[in-house]
Structures are given as C-alpha cells and as structure tokens.
T-cell receptor, first 117, second 110 residues
Framework: GAVVSQHPSRVICKSGTSVKIECRSLDFQATTMFWYRQFPKQSLMLMATSNEGSKATYEQGVEKDKFLINHASLTLSTLTVTSAHPEDSSFYICSANDPRTGRYEQYFGPGTRLTVT | DAKTTQPNSMESNEEEPVHLPCNHSTISGTDYIHWYRQLPSQGPEYVIH???SNVNNRMASLAIAEDRKSSTLILHRATLRDAAVYYC???????????FGTGTRLKVLA
C-alpha cells in the first residue's frame, strides 16, 4: 500500500523559533497533500491543502503567515511553523492522495509531535 | 460538506463482533463513505470504503443502508489491537478534503 513518512517524529523547540516538518510519499506521487493538527483528546483539524506547484489553500482561521506550506515536488510537502509559541504545541499529521487510484483515499503519515517551550 | 454523526464511545469484549454506526443523512449521491481508525499517537489508518454496496476486506466489513443515510463498520472478532478511535468520513467531492468528526472511541475488554 501507499506509504507516507514524516520527519521528525518529535521536535522540541524554544518559543520564537521556527520549525520545519517534512511529509513524503514514499512509493507514489502525490499531487495533493493535506496538513492536520490534533490536540490531546480531540479530533484531527484540517489546516490546509497543499497542491504540487501551486500555493496552499488554508482553512478558515488558520494563519497562512504562521504556517508556511511548500509542495515543491510530487513526493514532498513541508510545513514550517514560524515564531512558534507554546500554544502551537500539538500533533501535526500530513496525508497524501494517490491520483492513480482515481479515488478519494488519503494515506496518512505517522505524525509529528511538536512541543514549544 | 456532508456531516457524519457517531457515538462518542463503545465497548466490546474481545473475540466478539463490534458494530460501529455512522449517520450521514445529508449524503449526496456521489459521496463515498470512508472509515479510518487512529491508534494513540499515530496517524489515521485506512480501514474500508464504499459507495452503495456492502464491502468486505481483511480488516472489516462495511454495511451501507439502502438509502445511504447511515452505515455500519463491522469488526467480526474484536481484538485488543482494535482499540482505537474510528472515524466515518465523507470526502468533499472534487477537493478530496476530509473533515473529521469526533469519531467513536472503541474500548476492547479482555
């Protein structure tokens, strides 16, 4: 099956610094990738849709200048949390769609736990 | 976006079947029904999907009501490893977006 990886799996950073999270589709080309955020005991919240070669589409209430998304290739999307603050601490999950299937399944990465101190 | 409603939590005994319901009364004719599950501290895992007919795979079965306004995920023999949050999702047509509801937290008792 289609595999999606994320790096790093865990990261701790100081308040005010920026953190980059990578999302890779390992065995398929993903024209569309998605970024989610999940707080403890809560469901996944869609942050943005990332399309290869074009600007990301952000969901309402998500600050595009704070959460920079780049999808420069068909196998890699990155999420950069700029000027991170403790309230940005969360579990960040990416997913990718495999257009070869012609269907809507998304394949999810294992997640990145961000802790801002 | 078509919404889904699921019970917050359910319990099952190990080795017994589990029926996880999902209501999606505003579903449109072309909406697929997808089920995923999420184990603690992991990304969601695909379980099964369907459109109109009941579906079976090695993980589970999906029973879809005739009017498609509800569906049921069936785990035939629950194991402790099936303890997870199960999400029923109707992808947004044309955009492939998933909007996650609260899901059902399944607890499996030994």
């Amino acid at each position: 099956g289609a595999v999606v990886s994320q790096h790093p799996s865990r990261v701790i950073c100081k308040s005010g610094t920026s953190v980059k999270i990578e999302c890779r589709s390992l065995d398929f080309q993903a024209t569309t990738m998605f970024w989610y955020r999940q707080f403890p005991k809560q469901s996944l919240m869609l942050m943005a849709t990332s399309n290869e070669g074009s600007k990301a589409t952000y969901e309402q209430g998500v600050e595009k200048d704070k959460f920079l998304i780049n999808h420069a290739s068909l196998t890699l999307s990155t999420l950069t949390v700029t000027s991170a603050h403790p309230e940005d601490s969360s579990f960040y999950i990416c997913s990718a769609n495999d257009p070869r299937t012609g269907r809507y399944e998304q394949y999810f990465g294992p997640g990145t736990r961000l802790t801002v101190t | 976006d078509a919404k889904t409603t699921q019970p917050n939590s359910m319990e099952s005994n190990e080795e017994e079947p589990v029926h996880l319901p999902c209501n999606h009364s505003t579903i449109s004719g072309t909406d697929y029904i997808h089920w995923y599950r999420q184990l603690p501290s992991q990304g969601p895992e695909y379980v099964i999907h369907g459109l109109t007919s009941n579906v079976n795979n090695r993980m589970a079965s999906l029973a879809i009501a005739e009017d498609r306004k509800s569906s049921t995920l069936i785990l035939h023999r629950a194991t402790l490893r099936d303890a997870a949050v199960y999400y029923c999702i109707l992808p947004t047509s044309g955009t492939y977006k998933y909007i996650f509801g609260t899901g059902t937290r399944l607890k499996v008792l030994a």
